[in-house]
């Protein structure tokens, strides 16, 4: 029997129509005739188009997550899996955040999108979603992301280019699986599969990311008395100036405050080591917490999910520093 796929589109390239005369692409509602485009699809499951909002991703916020994450919900135990179509410049936050609502989530859910549109001549739309798709079908209990024949977890992946279809990367964590001529699952490095299914879906805002540059000026960064968190986009294993500006004491300041400080590097690969260096150790010292090997964006929306979810900051400093969904290697 036929599995069934949910699938949720929410915009982007894959289904964006460009206008003829000023060449702009723009979201169009393309995909209530997806089938037609891609009759194929329905050979490989049964599929069921939901379309919640159509936007540039750049639009989206937590409130499209919970809408995404409520849809899932309602439909689990009706499903065999569900690909969401999606755009690829927030694709990997989306799949970040979803990771930590849908805990246990026994389903595969595949995001995807495309680097162009599917009704245009080399489009890489058609591979991507009708492998998403296949990959729905498989035992894959986990939130991915599928692009340019590569399964990771969506929890360890960046959008890395900008024009190649080889538009993302799992930087510190290996494929989940690989399509060719055949398609290679690599179960090892699949999540365990984990108990009841329950979704979170609460969020804060309440973030500031300070990113480093040598010689910026740390009296533009005021972060407000509502901002709960302040994620430090440091140097290599996680070193700030000590000698330059005043940094150190601005942070002592924001954890006076009550504010919770993560150092995190601009370098994608690898884990941060902020006791390697004396800056780093500094901060440590003073209660800053480390990212350790996640990416920006499984980062930031763990402090977004985590400031929902609780009021005290140790709650919030505690789950932060483990695992939630696979996206955080533990020390060995
Ligand atoms: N700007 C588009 C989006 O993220 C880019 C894409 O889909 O590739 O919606």
């Not at 799949?95 to 805990?103: C, G, N, P």
């Not at 296949?134 to 890395?160: H, Q, W």
Request: aromatic share 10%; net charge negative; with cysteine.
């Amino acid at each position: 029997m036929k599995k069934k796929i949910l699938l949720i589109h929410t915009g982007g390239t894959i289904g964006m129509t460009r206008d003829s005369r000023s060449g702009v692409l723009r979201p169009d509602h393309f995909y209530a005739s997806l089938l037609k485009v891609i009759p194929e699809l329905s050979t490989v499951a049964d599929i069921e188009v939901e379309i919640p909002f159509v936007f540039d991703s750049a639009e989206l916020n937590f409130q499209h997550w919970q809408q995404l994450a409520a849809i899932i919900k309602a439909r689990i135990g009706t499903i065999d899996g569900v690909v969401v179509t999606h755009g690829t410049d927030t694709l990997a936050y989306t799949a970040s955040a979803l990771s930590y609502m849908l805990h246990n989530v026994p389903v595969p859910v595949i995001l995807t999108g495309a680097q162009k549109p599917l009704d245009e001549l080399r489009s890489d739309a058609r591979g991507n979603l009708i492998n998403a798709v296949e990959l729905a079908c498989a035992d894959i209990p986990e939130v991915c992301i599928f692009f340019d024949y590569k399964l990771m977890r969506g929890n360890r992946t960046s959008k890395n280019h900008i024009n190649f279809f080889d538009a993302f990367h799992s930087p510190n964590y290996p494929l989940l699986a690989e399509v060719g001529i055949n398609i290679e699952i690599y179960r090892a490095n699949l999540l365990k599969p984990g108990g009841h299914f329950h979704v979170f879906d609460r969020f804060s805002s309440a973030l500031a990311v300070l990113k480093l540059f040598p010689g910026c000026s740390f009296d533009y960064f005021q972060p407000a008395k509502e901002i709960r968190a302040v994620l430090i986009i440091a140097y290599g294993a996680g070193t700030i100036p000590l000698q330059s500006g005043d940094l150190p004491a601005r942070v002592e300041r924001w954890l006076q405050e009550g504010k919770l400080v993560v150092l995190d590097s601009e370098a994608n690969g690898g884990r941060i080591e902020p006791q390697l260096y004396e800056s780093g150790s500094r901060l440590l010292e003073m209660g800053v917490i480390s990212a350790g090997d996640m990416t920006f964006e499984a980062a930031a929306t763990k402090l977004m999910f985590l400031l929902g979810q609780y009021d005290q900051p140790e709650l919030i400093k505690g789950n932060f520093q483990k695992s939630l969904a696979g996206e955080l290697s533990e020390l060995p």
